[in-house]
């Protein structure tokens, strides 16, 4: 896939309306932001965008709305509610809950000019269209949740061609987005010029490089709890780095797949040919993979997660068969840090133990202590695995950290991602 994509530098924007789709995607809890950091993240482009002469036409999903009442109604049902509590009243409700006020707010306050919403439940109509017609440079519109439109997910062309309307250029800055083909984060792109914002040209930059063209050596680090979605993308990793480290959640399936007894540990007992195929992969390719040695192992998994929690450190040939595996053991610890200081470039995504509990954090600490003494391209993905480093305090000597979990796995897993294919090569 071609990384190599026109950003808002690359053309000539002056005093052009720009449909800027953002990830706007932010924690709610009734009704209020419980962190605007992707909100904070879009400032840099919008700025660039209004000091250019732009009208900027800015849009973004919200949560998971179910735009059609039948469905909304069906699912509902399924999931056990009452057939009174089926009105449309209580759909529209829900979809309230989603709208895009909040951000509104708060995009104004962190820009210092008001932000006009365009609040209509289908997104474009007669009236929005009229507002961005009106719309001077300098200025700044956020349309409603673009899931709001029945079009938007199943990208319709005709909805992608009413967003497209709005607007003279359309510039993409949700990462978080990209690896789904919807009217807003794909299919608009076949009626606008289309180019990055500075986020998505920063991941394009930094994780584009790092797969076609990486310093050596060249580590990645797994982990986490996902492990089904993310098992999948070490056959794309195989074929690019050095040493391939799998550690947390993911590593007992590996370790099942060589013949160990793993206890009640995180199993995928699904994939256990695709790990054995997996570490023969590696052989053939000379690439390194390292499980852990050693395994900090509990009872049971902590409850509340960050209470207490009584351990031992067990070698991983021998979990005993009540025990669960937490967090990776202290030779491990060692063995990993130690790739990570011999890198140029590493990529990690997934926390190594269940660093929530303080007793279980020492293998995600080392890991990312590692990664921010050494001077290596170091690239995190992942949601869990970037609250970490922030939490641990090592954020600012990360190289780069994605906003796009799912994005940046899929990235990883060399798949094309639709939302960067739409946008003008350079
Ligand atoms: P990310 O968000 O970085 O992609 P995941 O969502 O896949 O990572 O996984 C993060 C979660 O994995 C954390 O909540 C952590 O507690 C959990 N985890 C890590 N190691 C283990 C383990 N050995 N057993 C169970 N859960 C684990
Ligand atoms: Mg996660």
Redesign the pocket.
Known sequence: MNYNKKSVRDIDLAGKKVLLRCDFNVPLKAGVITSDKRIVAAVPTIKYLLEQGCAVIACSHLGKPEPSFDKWAKKQAEKGKAPEELTEAKWRKSLEALCMEPVAKRLSELLGKPVILAGDINVVNDDVKAKAAALKPGEIMLLQNTRFNKGETKNDPEFAKELASLADVYVSDAFGAVHRAHASTAGVAAYLPAVSGFLIEKELGVMGKALANPDRPFVAIL????VS??LNVISNLLEKVDTLII???M??TFMAAKGYTVGT??LDTDKLDYCKDMMAKAEEKGVKLLLPVDTVVAAS?PDP?DGPVAVETVASEAIPADK????IGEKTREIFAKAVMEAKTVVW????????NPTLAAGTIAVARALAESDCISIV????????CEQLGFADKITHISTG?GAS?EFLEGKELPGVACLLDK
């Open positions: 982990g986490g709890a996902k979605d993310k550690g947390g959640g590593a007992y540990s995180l998994f997660i669960m595996g937490l967090d995504n997934g926390p190594m133990g269940v660093f929530e993905g992942g949601g869990d695995s970037a609250a970490a979990g796995l």
